[in-house]
């Protein structure tokens, strides 16, 4: 799931040096994600691991690092 989705941020957005992408990176902090990115990575969450990312759940905790957005998958998969 990490790598997976790692690679689908590497693929689809701008990161300038990929080793500077962390777990712990902020994506919209850096630069990486804009709010519209951030629609595309709901939606890849929603079809790849078919999780529901409900309204309430649109929130960097839960989205802003790769770290975050694998802990949340994880407790939404249960």
Known sequence: MHDQ???????NFYVTD???LLDDTSLMDSGIVDSTGMLEIIGFIEETFGVRVADADMVPENL???????AFVQR???
């Not at 989705?5 to 693929?11: A, N, P």
């Open 64 to 70: 802003d690092s790769i770290g975050q957005v694998v």
């Open 18 to 20: 990929a080793s500077t």
């Open 5 to 11: 989705f790692r690679q689908f941020l590497l693929k």
């Open 76 to 78: 939404k998969l249960g």
